[in-house]
């Protein structure tokens, strides 16, 4: 099945600086990358997806790049602020199967 | 939209009892994902269901977990008998297979 490694495990910025996340994934078949926050006591919730026709995709302070060549894709946030402080997940899965994979997460802490 | 709905929201239960948790997905998805999110493992699917019918259980730990969907708006994951190893947070999510995953705010379990 689909292999998905994310780094790094925990991350501290400080506010206004970028935030970045990177996962690789092993199925060259999985066209299919979403990216997932969760706050404490809460399921995640997506914040941008991008599939393997499109390279980068942008909303607002986020987006995403993927790299289907290497296997790998990155969340980038930039201008971050103190509510940008959650657990972050990536995920892939192929488009005809709905069964996500997810990394093991990433803690972003926003320093003030 | 009410989002997908999970109770109960806590349960704490002896080794050996039944449990059972409840998903409502969002009206209109027809496909239902249940997983368990723990410290060492992570997110993991444990199964999946599309117009009711279960599609990949291979996820399920072992015999003592089951699920079911009797109809579009329920579906139910019962653990018999649980065990201290079964606490985890348990995650409901639902999707049209179009659109994005969408998770409720998931069931903590906790077997003493």
């Known amino acids: 099945g689909e292999n998905v490694e994310q780094h790094p495990s925990t991350l501290s910025v400080q506010e206004g600086d970028s935030a970045v996340i990177k996962c690789t994934y092993s199925?060259?078949?999985?066209?299919?990358f979403p990216w997932y926050k969760q706050e404490l006591g809460k399921g995640p919730q997506l914040i941008i997806d991008i599939r393997s026709n499109v390279g980068e995709k942008k909303d607002q302070r986020i987006a995403v790049t993927l790299n289907k060549t290497a296997k790998h894709f990155s969340l980038h946030i930039t201008e971050t602020q103190p509510e940008d402080s959650a657990v972050y997940f990536c995920a892939a899965s192929m488009g005809n199967d709905y069964k996500l994979s997810f990394g093991a997460g990433t803690t972003v802490t926003v320093r003030a | 939209d009410a989002g997908v709905i999970q109770s109960p929201r806590h349960e704490v239960t002896e080794m050996g009892q039944e449990v059972t948790l409840r998903c409502k997905p969002i009206?209109?998805?027809?496909?239902l994902f249940w997983y368990r999110q723990t410290m060492m493992r992570g997110l993991e699917l444990l199964i999946y269901f599309n117009n009711n019918v279960p599609i990949d259980d291979s996820g399920m730990p072992e015999d003592r977990f089951s699920a079911k969907m009797p109809n579009a708006s329920f579906s139910t994951l019962k653990i018999q008998p649980s065990e201290p190893r079964d606490s985890a947070v348990y995650f409901c999510a639902s999707t049209t297979g179009l659109g994005p995953l969408s998770f409720g705010p998931g069931t903590r379990l906790t077997v003493t």
């Open positions: 009206s209109g998805h027809d496909y």
């Open positions: 199925d060259s078949a999985s066209n299919y």
